[in-house]
């Protein structure tokens, strides 16, 4: 079972194997650049000067002879244009509907390798509808590097290309995505994006289930570390991790879980709400595990409904606490919000939030770390951390 996004696979012909090779390599170092770019800048401009210079590294190969020339409009009197570039174009508003879906149908047969860096530099087209095209072809060919081209995109000011970016990263399925997805439930603005993430992010989840084998709702909560994207996953019996193209149960689990945090600087450290036993924490990846009580509420049924790990100081941890009873409504009180700067050691409530209703989640965008989102059933709240920051913590 495989824990990575499908993707297809490109065979080379025996006299092309080295470029090929070479392709690889330069691959690689694309993924990483836009990686960091995804990473650090938040903003669509930023985006496309970080995919300006994947422009300039990757130009497009020459694959005319894998596209029926018939498809390829050229104007009279001009030189011909990359074959590549010529069906991107045909993609953009102001083409008749036959003529895109011929140019996105061309574009699917293509070969990944001989496009991937086309398309990625498409997705900062000044056509909105090319945009939004290339990001659904994305979705279907899942060339490498296309899960960070596509979580850039969902910074993209067009409502309709967010939300192609956010569907096809629904069909990647890949967990790693998962923390842009839980931003997106959060703060985006549009309601039809915020639910394609959510789609998105029940795609995920039983494409784990699957791969372990078990029913959808086995998957109680996936978490990624943000320091080398390690997966956990917290299920009803157990907590697993990869293990090559398998998963392997680290270890059980004391009580159900219902949010599950990693820290930002160390991979190994890891933060468990639970149903009952409130917080617990492990520093051995999930191997072992120790409560924390020091300053938190403790009434018979203390239930942490959401957990979040500063990514500007990794030693603040954020937890949602509520009460739960064991009634007919099994109705959950709110208990507060509580924040540590000693990795858990001690707490203090957090006050002037709001406290009538449940958080179910708690998001802090490493991009913009200044404020601490939280999700409910009934909306969502923005805290300012600059009110409880302190340096050095």
């Known amino acids: 079972m495989s824990r990575t996004p ?4 490109w065979s080379a012909r025996p006299h092309n194997r080295r470029a090929a090779n070479h392709f690889l ?24 000067a970080a995919l300006q210079i994947l422009r300039q590294m990757f130009a497009p190969q020459a694959v ?48 990944d390798a001989a496009i991937a860096p086309a398309l990625f530099d498409a997705l900062t087209n000044t056509d909105p509808l090319i945009r939004a095209s290339v990001a659904e072809i994305l979705a279907e060919k899942k060339p490498v590097g296309a899960l960070d081209a596509l979580a850039l995109t969902t910074y993209d000011p067009e409502p309709n290309v967010r939300l192609a970016a956010v569907q096809a990263l629904g069909e990647i399925a890949s967990p790693l995505i998962l923390p ?3 931003q997106i439930q959060i703060y985006e603005t549009d309601a039809q ?4 993430a959510q789609q998105a992010e029940k795609k995920i ?44 149960m680290q270890s059980r689990l004391p009580d159900l879980p219902t949010a599950l945090a990693v820290s930002a600087e160390d991979a190994d450290t890891l933060y468990l709400g639970t149903s009952g036993l409130g917080v617990l924490k492990s520093r051995d990846s999930g191997k072992t595990w120790e409560q924390l009580k020091q300053s938190l509420p403790t009434p018979e049924r203390t239930t942490v409904t959401a957990i979040a790990v500063s990514p500007t100081y990794p030693r603040v941890v954020f937890v949602a606490l509520a009460a739960w009873f064991d ?28 406290e009538d209703y449940v958080t179910l989640r708690l998001v802090i965008d490493p991009i913009a770390p200044n404020y601490l989102y939280g999700m409910m059933e009934t909306g969502s709240w923005r805290f300012p951390l600059s009110k409880v920051y302190c340096e050095p913590c």
Do not use: C, H
């Not at 330069?26 to 985006?47: E, H, K, N, W």
């Not at 994006?193 to 394609?196: E, K, M, Y």
């Not at 509580?338 to 006050?351: F, N, P, R, V």
């Open 327 to 354: 009634t007919v409504e099994q109705n959950e009180t709110p208990l507060g919000l509580y924040m540590s700067k000693d990795a858990g050691e001690t707490w203090s409530l957090i006050s002037k939030w709001p």
């Open 193 to 196: 994006i915020r639910g394609a």
């Open 205 to 248: 989840y039983a494409r784990v289930a699957e791969e372990l084998k078990r029913p959808e709702d086995f998957v109680r909560v996936i978490a990624v570390a943000p320091s080398n994207g390690r997966i956990y996953v917290a299920t009803w019996d157990g907590l697993y991790v990869p293990r090559g193209m398998d998963w392997q």
């Open 64 to 111: 005319a002879s894998t596209i029926p020339r018939e498809n390829v409009s050229v104007p009279s009197g001009r030189t011909a244009i990359d074959p590549t570039q010529a069906l991107i174009q045909q993609l953009g508003n102001g083409n008749d509907p036959v003529v895109r879906a011929a140019a996105k149908e061309n574009l699917r047969q293509m070969p």
């Open 6 to 9: 499908r993707t297809t696979t």
């Open 25 to 48: 390599l330069d691959a690689a170092l694309m993924i990483a650049i836009v990686g960091l770019a995804f990473a650090l800048t938040p903003r669509l401009s930023d985006a496309q």
């Open 180 to 182: 842009r997805l839980d």
